[in-house]
């Protein structure tokens, strides 16, 4: 029995069994109840014997029963078909890591000498980095205020009166007398909080990762826009492999598609936008007159405002066009969790998965994914990573940009690729002076330590 029919079937015996109770019900309900809290009493039964009318109900809830038990068997054999059904669903899907990784490691480093002093020195350098970056990640200028608002440290003022709540300060020595050396100003206890700052880096080359936050999941705002085009953009390099090997499309020749497939996937078709297909938010699309006819987009022009400019409008025809499916797939083979969750959940770790990926797309497809990197190496608001690092045209970025959400992802290429990811609760619209710069310190630290790691690398080989 297939688990359609089995499903059939159950609901079928449930509205039977349903009827019948209901049946029995409405033709013998004793005359003569009433309650007694959440219970109903009735006097007792006639003493001279069942009469006909109380012999058809006994019949009657025998039915009923015998129908309970029929029905308690098919859904525990439904539920049994449910589960090795979604058992076979899942089968193909790759098992997550247990332990990816997710922090720097020295042993990972392996020199050929490890009492070296060159290793040594080096060792401790890359350590003090780490730890001047987390000190400035957790000692950071900025904090928002019990009302949202965000402010520099320096510039909170605490109105008259307020109670002001004091804790050790770091490093502070315990006395005796269980008095501290120094204190200062526990803001969290006040109703203040420090807005979250989580940064990732990944070697593209060896896959050494360093993070710090990297696993907090965030609102990814524009981010997400990256690794959905990219996995749109590997599907239709799969499907032009296949064109290239087969213009024809004939089945002789070798591989085909479905002709629905063969148009679809074509990055030259054009799709009609009208004055109902813009959306709020970032992008150029929506300042467009779309009324009357409206205007035809092709799919490439699409991709390229969704990563250029990070379009909104562009970026919602992609996905009603496309859907998610592939999207999932892809995602969930990477390792990526978050948007499982919700397609705008990430963390900074999974960015940089994503990023990985699509590294390797360009180097498996040169014109799809090679396209994506430049249309990323292009993308506006270059005022994070690409001004952070050494030579900003080897970014290739995406920043995401909304209320307590500010971000940025690149590829950093260069003689040694590497990715790095910074998602903040900071919210720009604040406008502070010092914030972009401060977030750009960040980055060059971590363009530092891939700097004393790949010198440690070369030295290695």
Not at 36 to 56: H, K, R
Not at 88 to 102: G, Q, R, S
Not at 340 to 368: C, G, K, M, R, V
Request: net charge negative.
């Amino acid at each position: 029995m297939t688990l359609a029919s089995i499903t059939a079937v159950t609901l079928f015996l449930a509205a039977g069994f349903a009827a019948l109770y209901l049946t029995g019900l409405e033709n013998h309900r004793p005359a003569d109840t009433y309650p007694v809290g959440e219970e109903t009493q009735t006097e007792a039964p006639n003493q001279a014997g069942p009469t006909p009318d109380t012999e058809e109900l006994i019949s009657l809830r025998q039915e009923n029963a015998d129908l309970m038990k029929q029905l308690d068997a098919l859904r525990a054999e439904l539920e049994s078909m449910r589960e090795k059904e979604s058992a076979a669903d899942t089968e193909h899907l790759p098992v997550p890591p247990t332990n990816p990784p997710d922090q720097f490691d020295p042993d990972d480093l392996k020199p050929a000498d490890p009492e070296s002093l060159t290793y040594t020195f080096v060792l401790n350098e890359i350590l003090s980095r780490i730890a001047a970056l987390e000190d400035k990640i957790q000692s950071g200028p900025y904090i928002v205020a019990p009302d949202g608002t965000l402010m520099r440290l320096e510039d909170v003022v605490l109105e008259e009166g307020t109670e002001i709540i004091l804790r050790p300060a770091q490093g502070a020595v315990l006395h005796p007398d269980g008095t501290v050396s120094e204190t200062e100003i526990d803001y969290e206890a006040m109703g203040y909080r420090y807005p979250t700052i989580a940064i990732s880096y990944r070697d593209m080359v060896r896959g050494t990762t360093y993070s710090c936050n990297g696993d907090q999941r965030l609102f990814s705002a524009s981010l997400i826009k990256a690794p959905y085009v990219y996995t749109l953009l590997h599907q239709i390099a799969q499907y032009n492999e296949i064109k290239r090997a087969n213009p024809e499309n004939d089945p002789a020749v070798g591989k085909t598609l479905a002709q629905e497939t063969w148009d679809k996937y074509d990055l030259g078709r054009m799709i009609l936008l009208t004055e109902e297909s813009k959306a709020p938010g970032s992008g150029k699309i929506k300042n467009m007159d779309l009324s009357g006819e409206g205007k035809e987009f092709s799919v490439l022009e699409l991709i390229e405002y969704a990563i250029k400019h990070s379009d909104n409008t562009a970026f919602r025809v992609l996905r009603d066009e496309f859907g998610y499916e592939y999207f999932w797939t892809v995602s969930y083979e990477l390792g990526v969790r978050s948007v499982f969750t919700s397609f705008n959940q990430l963390t900074a770790n999974e960015a940089n998965l994503y990023l990985a990926a699509i590294y390797d797309f360009a180097l498996e497809y040169p014109e799809e994914g090679g396209m994506l990197v430049n249309l990323m190496k292009k993308s506006d608001h270059q005022v994070l990573i690409p001004m952070a690092v050494k030579n900003p045209g080897d970014a290739a970025h995406k920043y995401g940009w909304d209320s307590e959400s500010y971000h940025d992802m690149a590829i950093v290429y260069g003689d040694a690729p590497y990715a790095v990811t910074v998602m903040t609760t900071f919210d720009i619209a604040t406008n502070h002076d010092g914030l972009n710069a401060y977030i750009r310190s960040l980055i060059r630290e971590i363009e530092a330590l891939h700097e004393t790691l790949y010198r440690v690398y070369r030295e290695m080989e």
